[in-house]
């Protein structure tokens, strides 16, 4: 990671009429924007850095960037946003290790599609799939967006110039994640955005929490609530693994408030204490209770299954999960199939342990259980969980906010499991706590939006 260095003059001006707070729309529209900006990035050069060695030891701190990188053109249908905060994903993780693939595979495929998309095809990768910040331009078609809205983005990029899009929008076979699998993210001071990715920042937030929810909350959302994901309904018995987790946290919060009965895995007294305080019940600390579903390296423990199964029927007085929250995947993709009852489902996706699952599939079959895929969310999805988040039945799960420059910090502690919740980057933003427009709506949710700061 680089040092700090000074900030464009231009760069200057713009977050000086966001820290106003009563500049114009039309001053947005003529501020200039700096012809570079500063941005966590990886490179092309350097994607073999850490050949030999196991996942785990592949350190984020060495292979992010804080550079200063050239401006995009704005295209069509796009908008530039000038980044107060963002947030720490997995994939953001995934990026700074090169695993599973290098994603300057990604974006050279996509620099194939048109010439506005070669911009993403470059040595370098801005990363980051969340934002919260202020529109400062929008191209030719975008109608919904003008310069000084204020501003979070979901992290759907499509192109939907196919038919199969025009349904569910995660069906477009030009889908990308933002951030991942294209350029100019959102850790940075300024990003390139699909119009189609905004929504309105909730105003009783600050920037570093309005950014934290995007990509998780929209995820748990498809995964557990939507008609696309398992279609939970009240009574439902959801079995959520890492649930006080960057997901599984959003996914706790959903399943209590659609009326259905959590079990919080977790793996530790304090990530349990954390999910009684969002009203959960039912808890399993599953390092406590010792479970290995794993005999060795190549051998699962179906014993373990059992006992684990037998576990969450002492909890729920005799009944076995109706949905199964996956994300961790390799190592208990066996056991999510086991307990779950006969017709329940096992909704996956991540796979953070591992992307190769192994299950009996007697217990599947037999029992007539379904495995259902769940990506990320369409924008009808996304906006749905964001509305949710700014009527405040849902809230930021942010545990801690990180500079800009400590960014490879920040991933290698969501890399370590060293967090809680979700993990903040003060982008432009020059400290925490700011960006709240309704104090009064604030005041009111206030504990439930510090429930998971600084533990």
């Known amino acids: 990671m680089q040092h700090e260095t000074a900030m464009p003059f231009e760069t200057v001006q ?5 820290q106003a707070g009563d500049t114009p729309a039309a001053d947005f529209a003529h501020l200039k924007l700096p012809s570079s900006y500063r941005a966590v990035t990886v490179h092309a050069d350097e994607a073999e850095m850490f050949a030999g060695l196991a996942g785990r030891d592949k350190d984020p701190r060495r292979s992010l960037h804080v550079e200063d990188v050239a401006t995009p053109e704005l295209g069509p249908g796009e908008a530039i946003v000038a980044v107060m905060a963002s947030a720490i994903n997995y994939n953001s993780v995934w990026t700074s290790i090169f695993e599973p693939v290098s994603t300057f595979g990604f974006l050279k495929r996509y620099g194939k599609v048109s010439e506005l998309t070669r911009r993403h095809d470059l040595p370098y990768h801005v990363i980051g799939s969340d934002l919260a910040g202020v529109v400062l331009r929008t191209g030719p078609g975008v109608n919904k967006w003008k310069p000084g809205d204020e501003v979070v983005a979901h992290c759907l990029s499509v192109e939907l110039e196919d ?9 477009d076979p030009q889908q990308r ?8 993210g959102g850790l940075a001071h300024l990003a390139l955005v699909k119009a189609n990715q905004l929504m309105p920042k909730p105003a009783h937030l600050t920037w570093e929490e309005a950014a934290s929810p995007g990509l998780v909350n ?5 995964q557990l609530v939507s008609k696309n994901g398992a279609a939970m309904k009240q009574g439902d018995v959801v ?9 599984g946290s959003y996914a706790t919060q959903m399943a209590l408030n659609g009326g259905a009965i959590p079990i919080c895995v977790v793996s530790s007294p304090d990530k349990a204490e954390i999910c009684r305080a969002m009203g959960a019940e039912l808890i399993i600390d599953r390092a406590a209770e010792g479970y290995r579903f794993w005999k060795t390296e190549d051998e699962q423990d179906p014993r373990e299954w059992q006992r684990f199964g037998a576990r969450i029927r002492e909890l729920t007085g005799g009944e076995d999960p109706d949905i199964v929250f996956e994300h961790p995947g390799r190592e208990t993709f066996g056991a999510s199939v086991y307990v779950a009852k006969r017709g329940g489902r096992i909704v996956t996706c991540a796979s953070t342990s591992g992307f190769m699952h192994s299950y009996d599939n007697r217990y599947l079959w037999m029992n007539l259980k379904r495995i259902i ?11 749905e969980a964001n509305r949710l988040i700014d009527k405040g039945m849902i809230h930021p799960t942010l545990s801690r906010s990180y500079r800009l420059e400590e960014t490879g910090q920040a991933a290698h502690d969501v890399h370590r499991n060293l967090h809680q919740g979700k993990v903040g980057v003060l982008c432009l933003a020059p400290e925490e706590g700011l960006g709240v427009r309704d104090a009064a709506k604030r005041e009111r949710l206030l504990p439930a939006i510090n ?4 533990v």
């Not at 895929?373 to 906006?383: C, L, P, T």
């Not at 429930?451 to 600084?454: G, K, M, P």
């Open 14 to 18: 713009i977050l000086a009429a966001i």
């Open 163 to 171: 038919a199969e899009g025009h349904d569910d929008t995660m069906l």
């Open 177 to 184: 994640i933002w951030g991942f699998e294209t350029n100019f």
């Open 218 to 222: 929209s995820t748990a959302y498809r």
């Open 239 to 247: 079995l959520i693994w890492g649930a006080s987790g960057g997901l």
């Open 373 to 383: 895929g769940s990506h990320f969310a369409n924008y009808r999805e996304a906006w």
């Open 451 to 454: 429930r998971f700061r600084n």
